[in-house]
């Protein structure tokens, strides 16, 4: 299959170099100097250095070039951060596009969207779309370590098409019809390693975090149900699944950001030293707000808001989670 993917991160990289293994794969980047050294070097030193560009993986900043090699019966890929969404798909809007699917855990900041509302307001509803998450470490899938995903559409046509395009045995891919469930848990999984984080990063210890996460799937679930994913979703790859992963393994961005701030480190000087997007950042304000709105209670959020852009420090915020009232428990 033909399979072009936009936004070489290490995300994007990593599944372009799995999918190469039996796909012709385009790997488009806007940097065209980081592009053209990544095509000679065989390797994306910037974001994913140290794992080899297969022989059929092309990295090219030629967008049109890309974008003509997903038409017809091939595949795009959106692989960029929740923020570069929009932008791309604007680009893409001229260009009679079939099948399409985005990479990226989150929220929109401004409009506090998920990802497949803004490809519908972007592409509308006339081509194929799906979301592709769970739990996935880029280094490990570059690696060819075993891992397993969940395509997310409302067409069995692309489930269908993204499963023969990526399924092998290293790469599982299980199919859902819950995009809504998908993508919160993805998203909200995020905010909820910057929490662990923090705690871990103070010493609390292993009770706590498994306390924050498992109070913390009872906030995706509440977000989930009043949006209008389902329960079952969550206790999948893309809820359960991705919340231990990004909770606990310390190839998290997210579980560092939440580390680096119980150190006492500013954002500014965490977000600089990432030098990768950590979607849990912009994602809690967004989060934080939609909650407010919506009248559903998630004070972890609300906490890890409070720590990033209220100015509270990280002991408090653990003090304000641990002082609240008893309750009967409830997901
Ligand atoms: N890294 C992982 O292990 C992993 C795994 C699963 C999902 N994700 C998700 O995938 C998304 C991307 O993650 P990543 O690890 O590749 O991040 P990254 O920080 O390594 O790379 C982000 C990429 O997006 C590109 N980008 C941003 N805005 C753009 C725009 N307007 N036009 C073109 N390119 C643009 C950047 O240039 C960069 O190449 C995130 O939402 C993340 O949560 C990441
Ligand atoms: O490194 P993070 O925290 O952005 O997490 C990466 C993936 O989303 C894990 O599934």
Redesign the pocket.
Same mark, same amino acid.
């Given at each position: 299959m033909k399979i072009t993917v936009l936004g070489a991160g290490a995300?994007g990289t990593a599944l372009a170099i799995s999918l190469a293994a039996k796909n012709q794969v385009i790997l488009w980047g806007r940097n065209q100097a980081a592009m053209e050294a990544a095509q000679v070097a065989r390797e994306n030193q910037h974001y994913l250095p140290g794992f080899p560009l297969p022989a059929n993986l092309q990295a090219s900043a030629d967008f049109d070039l890309a974008l003509r090699h997903a038409l017809d019966d091939g595949l795009l890929i959106i692989a960029s951060s929740v923020s570069g969404l929009r932008p791309i798909l604007q680009q893409c809007k001229s260009y009679p596009l079939k099948n399409v699917v985005w990479l990226c /855990?989150g929220f929109e900041e401004s409009t506090r969207l998920l990802p497949h509302q803004v490809v519908k307001q972007e592409l509308g509803d006339q081509i194929l779309a799906g979301a592709l *998450?769970?739990? *996935?470490?880029?280094q490990e899938v570059a690696q060819g370590l075993p891992c397993a995903l969940t395509i997310a559409s409302s067409s069995n046509t692309l489930c269908r098409m993204v499963v023969d395009a990526a399924h092998g045995p290293n790469l599982r891919i299980y199919s859902s019809d819950d995009v809504v469930g998908v993508e919160v848990g993805?998203a909200v /999984?995020?905010i909820l390693?910057i929490a662990t984080g923090v705690a871990d990063g103070l010493g609390l210890g292993l009770n706590a975090r498994a306390a924050l996460m498992t109070r913390g799937l009872a906030e995706i679930n509440r977000l989930s149900t009043a949006l209008g994913g389902r329960l079952e979703t969550l206790m999948g790859l893309t809820g359960v699944g991705?919340l231990i992963?990004?909770c606990t393994?310390n190839? *998290?961005?997210?579980? /560092?950001v939440g580390l680096a701030l119980a150190e006492g480190k500013s954002l500014d000087l965490i977000v600089q030293e990432l030098g990768?997007?950590?979607?849990?950042v912009r994602c809690a304000q967004a989060v934080k707000a939609l909650a407010h709105d919506l009248r559903i209670e998630m004070p972890i959020t609300d906490a890890v808001a409070g720590v990033l852009f209220e100015q509270v420090a990280a002991r408090e915020m653990i003090e304000r989670l641990l002082s609240r009232d008893a309750k009967a428990e409830s997901i």
């Amino acid at each position: 299959m033909k399979i072009t993917v936009l936004g070489a991160g290490a995300w994007g990289t990593a599944l372009a170099i799995s999918l190469a293994a039996k796909n012709q794969v385009i790997l488009w980047g806007r940097n065209q100097a980081a592009m053209e050294a990544a095509q000679v070097a065989r390797e994306n030193q910037h974001y994913l250095p140290g794992f080899p560009l297969p022989a059929n993986l092309q990295a090219s900043a030629d967008f049109d070039l890309a974008l003509r090699h997903a038409l017809d019966d091939g595949l795009l890929i959106i692989a960029s951060s929740v923020s570069g969404l929009r932008p791309i798909l604007q680009q893409c809007k001229s260009y009679p596009l079939k099948n399409v699917v985005w990479l990226c /855990k989150g929220f929109e900041e401004s409009t506090r969207l998920l990802p497949h509302q803004v490809v519908k307001q972007e592409l509308g509803d006339q081509i194929l779309a799906g979301a592709l *998450s769970g739990p *996935s470490f880029a280094q490990e899938v570059a690696q060819g370590l075993p891992c397993a995903l969940t395509i997310a559409s409302s067409s069995n046509t692309l489930c269908r098409m993204v499963v023969d395009a990526a399924h092998g045995p290293n790469l599982r891919i299980y199919s859902s019809d819950d995009v809504v469930g998908v993508e919160v848990g993805g998203a909200v /999984k995020n905010i909820l390693a910057i929490a662990t984080g923090v705690a871990d990063g103070l010493g609390l210890g292993l009770n706590a975090r498994a306390a924050l996460m498992t109070r913390g799937l009872a906030e995706i679930n509440r977000l989930s149900t009043a949006l209008g994913g389902r329960l079952e979703t969550l206790m999948g790859l893309t809820g359960v699944g991705d919340l231990i992963l990004t909770c606990t393994g310390n190839l *998290s961005r997210n579980r /560092k950001v939440g580390l680096a701030l119980a150190e006492g480190k500013s954002l500014d000087l965490i977000v600089q030293e990432l030098g990768h997007v950590a979607e849990g950042v912009r994602c809690a304000q967004a989060v934080k707000a939609l909650a407010h709105d919506l009248r559903i209670e998630m004070p972890i959020t609300d906490a890890v808001a409070g720590v990033l852009f209220e100015q509270v420090a990280a002991r408090e915020m653990i003090e304000r989670l641990l002082s609240r009232d008893a309750k009967a428990e409830s997901i």
